[in-house]
């Protein structure tokens, strides 16, 4: 049963908590040397002692005694029979096997810096204080409730299929997820947080949603939808998006900028590029390619002037993710876009707020513009272009059909 010099309440609490697991007569006992813990075994009619570490007061002894139950397991069921090598085995055990994930979790922020704040809560992780009524963890919160349970997973691909299994598989939400854990167990492995057994594996079993196709608004269907809007401000908004083919939280990052012909309206909003971690677009210059109505007329709606001078937009939001919200929102109280939206789910397609930008590209490139100016136009790299645009890339099929029926006739 263990010893102790003080009989201050929370020796007691310990002296029960080791006298549960030590057997009845184990002959261990721990005492205060000096101000530090100090086990004692007697066994065989040898004694041996060894000072811990720890400092003799609550707040160690209770980190202490569960390296206690250790070393006896070590010394009782190991292979190593002497108090001082059970000790040590003890000792790097604790060091290098038992991480802590929360603490990792929390040391990885500062290794993804182009993580806003509130991206790195929304997708990564959120403190235990600010989880508040959260049902919907961060996949990182999850990877600690599973390490820290009595059935742990033992290897990468079982802690990624339990972690994710509350993301729909195909959904965007359940990607971001795999990413963001399959890079923090990449990162952690390489800096020795955690075994190699934790390296993520290169091929995970996923399904893949089928990609919706985004609907280009025709020039006429622009129109007659921007003359619909009551709304001034929303009107200004819709007009912006269509003539310069602007993502919807773009319409927040204009700014007018004296360039070698003048002045020049810019956006200055970075995206992440896609498949480059890391790495951001640039702001960019902007150039407008009118609506052109039925009678061939192109609509100037002066937009730069107007941004120039400041025309108030409507509320998009404090949040940039909320920009692309609050357009759907306005848009599905537009009767004409509803008759849109179910004229082109008949087509097989879909209408969305990134159906302004499409006809932009799907525009340009009926123009002929060359590919690396239409990329540069629309901020993104060729790589985004060519997996979002290549539909609207002329391939020369309808030319060759055209000239050999023109020849027939």
């Not at 993520?200 to 399904?207: A, G, L």
């Not at 970075?270 to 702001?283: L, N, R």
């Not at 707020?353 to 100016?373: G, I, T, W």
């Not at 790589?383 to 030319?399: A, K």
């Amino acid at each position: 049963m263990p010893q102790t010099n003080k009989k201050e309440e929370w020796v007691q609490h310990y002296k029960k908590q080791l006298k549960v697991f030590l057997p009845k007569n184990s002959g261990w006992y721990i005492s205060n040397n000096g101000g530090n813990i100090k086990i004692e075994v007697k066994s065989g009619g040898k004694k041996e002692t060894k000072t811990l570490p720890y400092a003799w007061n609550e707040q160690e002894m209770a980190v202490a005694i569960e390296e206690i139950k250790q070393i006896y397991k070590r010394y009782v069921e190991g292979s190593v029979h002497t108090l001082a090598a059970a000790t040590s085995i003890a000792s790097v055990e604790n060091s290098t096997n038992e991480p802590s994930w929360r603490e990792i979790i929390e040391s990885y922020r500062e290794f993804v810096p182009n993580a806003s704040n509130d991206t790195w809560s929304k997708s990564y992780y959120v403190e235990p204080k600010k989880v508040g009524n959260r049902k919907a963890l961060p996949v990182l919160n999850r990877v600690i409730k599973l390490m820290e349970s009595n059935k742990k997973p033992v290897n990468a691909t079982e802690l990624m299929m339990q972690a994710l299994r509350h993301w729909k598989q195909g959904t965007r939400s359940r990607g971001i997820s795999r990413r963001v854990l399959s890079s923090f167990l990449e990162w952690a492995v390489i800096q020795g947080k955690i075994t190699n057994n934790f390296a993520p594996p290169k091929r995970f079993p996923e399904t893949k949603k089928p990609k919706r196709v985004g609907f280009a608004m025709s020039d006429l269907q622009m129109i007659s939808l921007i003359d619909s809007e009551k709304d001034d401000k929303w009107k200004f908004a819709l007009q912006l998006l269509g003539t310069y083919g602007l993502r919807p939280v773009e319409l927040k990052y204009l700014k007018i900028k004296e360039g070698i012909e003048g002045k020049e309206l810019w956006c200055m909003y970075q995206k992440s590029k896609g498949g480059k971690k890391g790495e951001k677009t640039e702001p960019r210059r902007l150039y407008p390619l009118f609506l052109v109505n039925a009678e061939g007329k192109a609509m100037d709606y002066k937009l730069q002037t107007r941004v120039e001078l400041g025309e108030p937009l409507p509320t998009l939001g404090s949040k940039d993710g909320e920009t692309a919200a609050a357009l759907r929102t306005k848009l599905r109280r537009n009767k004409l876009w509803n008759l849109y939206r179910i004229e082109t789910k008949d087509m097989g397609e879909e209408l969305v707020p990134y159906s302004f930008r499409h006809r932009y590209a799907k525009q340009s490139h009926a123009e002929k513009f060359p590919l690396a100016n239409i990329c540069k136009a629309m901020g993104h790299t060729l790589e985004v272009h060519l997996q979002n645009y290549s539909r609207f890339i002329p391939d020369g099929t309808s030319e060759m059909y055209d000239k050999a029926n023109k020849v027939k006739v």
